[in-house]
């Protein structure tokens, strides 16, 4: 669950060390990423990979009857048969179709094996303020409020479920409890900040014009499902199931339809903006 809203300014969380190796770090990966970009042709946009959060054994957040893990999953399917329906050319993975348990790792893999050209992950928010409504979409990177940082851990925690995740290789040593973590890895995914961001502006466009729900708007913080994805991607928490209001959009079979949609039309429009003419 996520904590108070107040903003909380990042600098004041890292020790004076950790600065010192977070800006080198960031220098580095600074420099591979314009060498690697550098006279790069502008891919071809013909795959997209869904991922319908939780499932199985781990439930996400709960609101009154509506499990997270439900909701996703409803809106991930709803979304892949209107790009396999409307977008000629374009394929749609999903990293699970049923009520299925899959490991964060193994999520992001799903779209790097298959050399995605958009990673979406669909998630639902939840908040200990029952006030607390609407739509955000998130790109890797570093959060600016406490409630950005409190949103990564809340989704990252699920790593917990894995067997033996303190020694899973695939997570580097990650502690979702740590701050500096974030800090750290969230520099990772720079190389697709700039189309990830697109992308979600484009979503929140779309939920603010289709939906009830208000916008929160495009913000960053470190997700482990995004943080080794090789393609611009976001999640999407499309909104709380903790507040009443939110919760009652979302259960319904019309609703997702709509969210289903937005993303859909944010789909569309990014292709338009990526696929050589």
């Avoid at 990979?49 to 439930?59: L, Q, R, S, W």
């Avoid at 409190?150 to 067997?163: D, G, M, W």
Wanted: charged share 25%; hydrophobic share 35%.
């Amino acid at each position: 669950m996520i904590g108070n809203l107040h903003e909380t300014n990042t600098e004041c969380l890292i020790p004076g060390k950790m600065k010192q190796k977070i800006l080198i770090l960031g220098l580095v990966l600074t420099f591979i990423v314009s060498s690697s970009f550098n006279g790069a042709e502008e891919n071809v946009f013909d795959l997209v990979v869904i991922d319908a959060g939780h499932g199985g054994n781990d439930p996400g957040c709960n609101g009154g009857t509506s499990k997270e893990k439900e909701v996703t999953l409803a809106i991930a399917l709803k979304l892949g048969k209107l790009i396999e329906d409307s977008l000629k050319g374009v394929k749609v993975i999903y990293t699970r179709k049923t009520d299925k348990f899959i490991e964060l790792s193994e999520r992001s893999n799903i779209a790097n094996k298959n050399n995605a050209d958009l990673f979406i992950s669909i998630h639902c928010n939840a908040n200990d303020n029952k006030e607390a409504s609407g739509t955000e979409t998130y790109v890797m990177g570093l959060h600016k409020t406490e409630s950005q940082l409190q949103v990564s851990k809340r989704e990252n925690s699920v790593i917990k479920l894995e067997k033996d995740y303190e020694n899973n290789k695939s997570y580097g040593e990650f502690d979702p409890n740590s701050n500096e973590a974030y800090i750290i890895f969230s520099l990772i995914q720079n190389a697709y900040m700039t189309q990830s961001q697109k992308f979600a502006a484009q979503v929140e466009s779309e939920f603010k014009k289709n939906t009830p729900l208000k916008s929160r708007g495009v913000k960053q913080a470190g997700f482990l499902v995004l943080w080794k994805s090789t393609m611009p991607g976001v999640l999407i928490e499309t909104g709380f199931l903790t507040n009443e209001n939110d919760r009652k959009v979302l259960a319904k079979d019309s609703s997702q339809n709509v969210m289903a949609k937005s993303i859909f039309n944010a789909v569309k429009k990014y292709k338009q903006g990526t696929t050589k003419k």
